[in-house]
């Protein structure tokens, strides 16, 4: 099976920051890879998938990179309506994995 | 597009439960069709997957339901459902139905999802 770890676990910035948070998988998967946003009782909602690709109709601070092992999901000016926790998912092989996600704080 | 889950409860460990997920605003029949829970408190966590018509309806699970869940769809009632076997307290969890975007590898993602329906397991 293909592990995905996320760092950091836990952040808090400010609004306007500039905030990154990293998924590694434990074998290559090409681009094969979503983000995810949950905020508190509520459905995952789709982000970036193929790596890169802004999902329609999500914020366009939102981007995407990487590629086989290491991805970035960079938030470029955060806003109050970012708090919420994030997920990768790698959709490269069987099982299906999600990384263990990211809590992101507004100060 | 919209998915609804209902089926959720209160079961004792070692019983039986079936959820169920009717979708609309999209053709059901065209779409790989996923199940996703959440226990309280933690991470997603991936329960498996029916392909559509298509690729004849086969299935993928995580090993942790393997044996225990089914996953099955009626395309001709736009439904999408999650049978329960052998049930046991870590199973405990919201669960979402979720639809991936397409077929091919590179739209397994996930652009849809239900509002979810708690299963809680305990005696």
Excluded at chain 2, 23 to 49: C, I, N
Excluded at chain 2, 104 to 122: A, E, K, M, N, R
Aim: charged share 15%.
């Amino acid at each position: 099976d293909i592990q995905l770890t996320q760092s950091p676990s836990f952040l808090s910035a400010s609004v306007g920051d500039r905030v990154t948070i990293t998924c590694r998988a434990s074998q290559g998967i090409t681009s094969y890879l979503a983000w995810y946003q949950q905020k508190p009782g509520k459905a995952p909602k789709l982000l970036i998938y193929a790596a890169s690709t802004l999902q329609s109709g999500v914020p366009s601070r939102f981007s995407g990179s990487g590629s086989g092992t290491e991805f970035i999901l960079t938030i470029s000016s955060l806003q109050p309506e970012d708090s919420a926790t994030y997920y990768c998912q790698q959709l490269n092989s069987y099982p299906l994995t999600f990384g263990p996600g990211t809590k992101v704080d507004i100060k | 597009v919209q998915l609804v889950e209902s089926g959720g409860g209160l079961v004792q460990p070692g019983g039986s439960l079936r959820l169920s997920c009717v979708a609309s605003g999209f053709t059901f029949s065209d779409h790989y069709m996923d199940w996703v829970r959440q226990a309280p408190g933690k991470g997603l966590e991936w329960v498996g997957r029916i392909r559509n018509t298509a690729n004849s309806y086969t299935t993928e699970y995580a090993a942790s339901v393997k044996g225990r869940f089914t996953i099955s769809r009626d395309d001709s009632k736009d439904s999408l459902y999650l049978q329960m076997n052998s049930l046991k307290t870590e199973d405990t969890a919201v669960y979402y139905c979720a639809r991936a975007a397409g077929s091919s590898w590179d739209t397994h993602y996930f652009d849809y999802w239900g509002q979810g329906t708690l299963v809680t397991v305990s005696s």
